[in-house]
């Protein structure tokens, strides 16, 4: 089955270090487009960062110097590095493949508080 | 950045109606922009891509149109499933973008 499967999300203080993995199955990560969007409790959807298949990376100003994507060709897994996390960062986090997002995992949920 | 404004933000309609949601780019991005539909709880699905693609799967009842700043979904008949929120998303320069999201209610 073609699926993405986040994990990685809890409660951290602010300041804190957290990182996102996205399980991909039935497809190959590093052949796709990956991206990371969130969405913080009743709000909309913000896009957060992307990779390339050829490895280019790109992010929002809000996240740029602190989250990191990445991914693990061997794991065929996707990741989100989030360091100095702030009380701003707390949403529901998804990965998502393709130029345009035609899938989308289930999410998982960070909470930034003291 | 490019920002992206849906109207109406709210819309309140009934099963069988016929309805158009807007999406105005503050400036052009040719035909670089996607639809997503969410249920609460849920992640977004796709439904519309570079402006009027249908993606695989979804009802013909959904349509997009438009290109350089102004676009538009149609729901030719509203279904009791449709009733949720939409978003418009832009592809065209980074960072990408999204809408606000026009939440779809049952009258």
């Known amino acids: 089955e073609v699926q993405l499967v986040e994990t990685g999300g809890g409660l951290i203080q602010p300041g804190g270090s957290l990182r996102l993995s996205c399980a991909a199955s039935g497809f190959t990560v590093s052949s796709n487009y990956m991206s990371w969007v969130r969405q913080a409790p009743g709000k909309g959807l913000e896009w957060v960062s992307v990779?390339?298949?050829?490895?280019?990376?790109y992010y929002a100003d809000s996240v740029k110097g602190r989250f990191t994507i990445s991914r693990d060709n061997s794991k065929n897994t996707l990741y989100l590095q989030m360091n100095s996390l702030r009380a701003e960062d707390t949403a529901v986090y998804y990965c998502a493949r393709g130029t345009s997002f035609f899938l989308w995992g289930q999410g998982t949920l960070v909470t930034v508080s003291s | 950045d490019i920002q992206l404004t849906q109207s109406p933000s709210f819309l309140s309609a009934s099963v069988g109606d016929r309805v158009t949601i807007t999406c105005r780019a503050s400036q052009g991005i040719s035909s670089y922009l996607a639809w997503y539909q969410q249920k609460p709880g849920k992640a977004p699905k796709l439904l519309i891509y570079a402006a009027s693609t249908l993606q695989s799967g979804v009802p013909s009842r959904f349509s997009g149109s438009g290109s350089g700043t102004e676009f538009t979904l149609t729901i030719s008949s509203l279904q009791p499933e449709d009733f949720a929120t939409y978003y418009c998303q832009q592809l065209n320069s980074y960072p990408i973008t999204f809408g606000q999201g026009t939440r779809l209610e049952i009258k």
């Open positions: 990779i390339y298949s050829g490895g280019s990376t």
